[in-house]
């Protein structure tokens, strides 16, 4: 039967940008992702692409940058005094910090430029702006799905999985996959 709304579907995919270069792999991690669709557990495009799949198809979708993760917005680069960070921190150009917002959302931000005592960080999400190509492959549906999403555990986004439920072993990267941002 053809995925619709509302199905439990896992998904085995490669993510590729449009250079080709692979951004992530759910056969290299391991595991399929797992999500509702229609439950905005995903970025749009990716949920769309399933819509039709019956399990054992393979199709790749390409997914521009507003079904996506959205533009990159220099609203979110901003900068900040050294003194800010805690003494020991390892302060470069590509560093991943964590910065939590007024409502405690944890923000993943990369420091994009540093002039003297000013350092630039950038809250934008990595994939922003990026057209992205998956290979998707349907491998099961009615599956269960976890029930809460803390974090995704992948370097990529510098997001290290570190909520308060220390059970947590989500580390399904979902960087296309739906990585909440």
Do not use: W
Not at 9 to 38: C, M, T
Not at 71 to 99: C, L, T, W
Not at 159 to 165: E, H, Q, S, V
Request: proline share 4%; net charge negative.
């Amino acid at each position: 039967m053809a995925v619709q709304k509302g199905d439990k579907v896992a998904i085995h995919y490669i993510g590729r940008l449009k250079d080709g270069s692979e951004f992530d792999n759910s056969y290299e991690n391991g595991e399929p992702i797992k999500f509702e669709v229609g439950g905005g557990m995903v970025i749009p495009g990716f949920e769309d692409g399933v819509i039709g799949m019956e399990i054992g198809d393979k199709k790749t979708i390409v997914i521009p940058p507003e079904q996506a993760y959205g533009e990159r917005d220099e609203r979110y680069v901003f900068d900040v005094n050294k003194s800010e960070f805690p003494k020991d921190a390892d302060i470069h150009e590509g560093a991943i910090f964590q910065m939590q917002s007024d409502q405690g959302e944890v923000i993943p931000v990369v420091i994009s430029k540093i002039e003297g005592d000013t350092v630039y960080l950038d809250a934008n999400h990595p994939l922003a702006g990026k057209e992205l190509t998956f290979e998707m492959e349907l491998v099961a549906t009615g599956v269960e799905i976890p029930h809460h999403h803390c974090g995704c555990g992948c370097e990529e986004c510098g997001d290290d999985c570190d909520c308060d439920d220390h059970d947590c072993d989500d580390h399904d990267c979902n960087c296309g996959c739906g990585h909440h941002h």
